[in-house]
């Protein structure tokens, strides 16, 4: 018997709408099967990320590079740092029938769209606007000017919304989290019906 191939899963949203928290909330159950895309990035890391777990850190000069030899499932640039998918893991991934999570901006999700129109594509919405504020401000990581960018960023990417298969709140990130759970499973189930 041939094994399935998994599920490709683009998880998007404005900075600071919690992606990363929902995603630890539903990301260890052993029946979806998941896999996080780890991105290659040129920011700084924050306290508490780790090199090779949050993100692969480097340069702007090795980002490029990786540019030229054609490593990107996709990448954008993103207040002033640049953010990238290695489309190889991803394959890799996928092909050992792991459903593989890519937790990426809205750029970066039209573009895996395009090319892939099978990809599950989920955005997570704030309850509203004053709460993300509230979210990318308790961060109190990065200089205002940073901060106001991201929230003019927010602003256009929640535009974006009518894009995605399937749009979730995050008023509470556990019922988030059920719902996601649930619309993976289903996913999953119909695929390997489909084969
Ligand atoms: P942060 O700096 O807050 O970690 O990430 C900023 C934004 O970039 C977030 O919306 C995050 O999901 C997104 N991001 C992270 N990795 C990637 C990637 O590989 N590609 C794209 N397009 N966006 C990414």
Do not use: W
């Amino acid at each position: 018997m041939s094994m399935q191939k998994g599920l490709l899963i683009v998880f998007s949203g404005p900075s600071g709408v919690g992606k990363g928290t929902i995603r630890k909330l539903f990301f260890d159950r052993p029946e979806l099967n998941l896999a996080f895309s780890i991105s290659m990035t040129t920011r700084q890391p924050r306290a508490g990320e780790v090199d090779g777990v949050d993100y692969f850190f480097v340069t702007e000069e090795e980002f490029k590079r990786a540019i030229d030899n054609d490593e990107f499932l996709e990448y954008a640039e993103f207040v002033g740092s640049y953010y990238g998918t290695p489309k190889e893991h991803v394959e890799k991934l996928r092909n050992e029938g792991k459903n593989v999570i890519l937790e990426i901006e809205v750029q970066g999700a039209l573009e895996v769209r395009e090319k892939m129109p099978d990809a599950l594509t989920i955005f997570i919405v704030p309850p509203n606007f004053e709460e993300l504020e509230r979210r990318i401000r308790g961060r109190r990581s990065e200089p205002e000017e940073i901060i106001l960018q991201r929230l003019a960023k927010a602003e256009r990417e929640l535009k974006t919304m009518g894009n995605y298969k399937y749009v979730i709140c995050n008023d509470d990130p556990q019922l988030a989290a059920d719902l996601i759970a649930l619309v993976i499973k289903r996913h999953a189930e119909t695929a390997k019906i489909g084969n």
